[in-house]
């Protein structure tokens, strides 16, 4: 539930605050749901309730709640490239899991364990986190400046680079 929540009304109440000019609102919501991702894991396994469903569904509400609203906050012209880079690396990973998803419905066992979110994926995702906190940043006049924005996204792309590959190492084995 949490997973859903925060892939769509996430994005959306974000835009809501934002569109309406209250920035700050607009943050606080977004740290909100952010930290849902940490409490939607730690709840699921604290009860025992991890499924193979929750396993994709978290990853991939996470790629929708970052790429919507780091193309809502918008993007400096500077990084066009390195946020395409990030969306294909994200939609490759999307992919993946679809793939692992449909093996682990089909044969189960050892495949159900080769889904869910890598080290890697987390890794980016936070990293992603923090250079969306830079973009509101910048729009509430505290501009970190292209040296720090650039590398952020540069490691958050790193980051999904070596996600795949944690992936792809899984499904071979």
């Known amino acids: 539930m949490l997973s859903i929540l925060r892939g769509t009304l996430g994005p959306v109440s974000i ?23 940490f409490l939607d894991g730690y709840l699921a396994r604290r009860w025992n309730a991890t499924t193979l469903w929750g396993k994709v569904l978290d990853p991939f509400a996470d790629k929708v709640f970052i790429i919507l609203l780091i193309f809502f906050v918008g993007l400096p012209a500077e990084q066009k490239f390195q946020i395409w880079c990030l969306i294909g690396a994200e939609l490759f990973l999307a992919c993946i899991g679809s793939y692992a ?31 969306v906190l830079l973009l509101f940043g910048r729009k509430l006049g505290l501009d970190p400046g292209l040296n720090i924005l650039i590398p952020t996204l540069w490691l958050a792309v790193g980051a999904a680079i070596l996600s795949i590959g944690g992936y792809w190492k ?3 084995a």
């Open 15 to 37: 835009g809501v605050l934002f569109f309406y000019g209250h920035l700050v609102a607009a943050v606080l919501v977004f740290i909100f749901f952010a930290f849902t991702d």
């Open 101 to 131: 998803l449909k093996r682990a419905r089909k044969e189960g066992g050892e495949w159900e364990k080769k889904v869910g979110a890598n080290i890697w994926g987390k890794t980016k995702f936070w990293i992603e986190v923090i250079f």
């Open 170 to 172: 899984k499904l071979k």
